[in-house]
Nanobody, 125 residues
């Protein structure tokens, strides 16, 4: 079993640049696991944010978020990050980290087997 725990969310102001973290534990070889971030706003479907390769040398972003959000990882700490810059009220959502059991980076949430409980990010205008 893989356990993922996100942190770093909360109430922020528009224009702020918080960083989310996700720590992996359990039966996980973190350095060989594709990781991703998704988000879900109230009344909307879960939305892909970004994904990152095993060693972090390749990344994939949702088009509308590329340039404002940066995904990264520290394999020595089993930790995934999402740096969010210039936040807007429409970025308000629960942000989830996810891990794939096998395969490559994907935008489809169905491809990810393990999920954290999510961290709420609320952006006030």
């Amino acid at each position: 079993q893989v356990h993922l725990v996100e942190s770093g969310g909360g109430l922020v102001q528009a224009g702020d640049s918080p960083r989310l973290s996700c720590v992996a534990s359990g039966r996980v070889f973190f350095s060989s696991t594709i990781m991703g971030w998704f988000r879900q706003a109230p009344g909307k479907e879960r939305e892909f944010v970004a994904a990152i390769s095993w060693n972090g040398d390749m990344t994939l972003y949702e088009d509308s978020m590329e340039g404002r959000f940066t995904i990264s990882r520290d394999n020595a700490r089993n930790t995934l990050y999402l740096q969010m810059d210039s936040l807007k009220p429409e970025d308000t959502a629960v942000y989830y980290c996810a891990a794939r059991a096998k395969g490559w980076m994907s935008r489809d949430h169905a491809d990810y087997m393990y999920w954290g409980q999510g961290t709420q990010v609320t952006v006030s205008s």
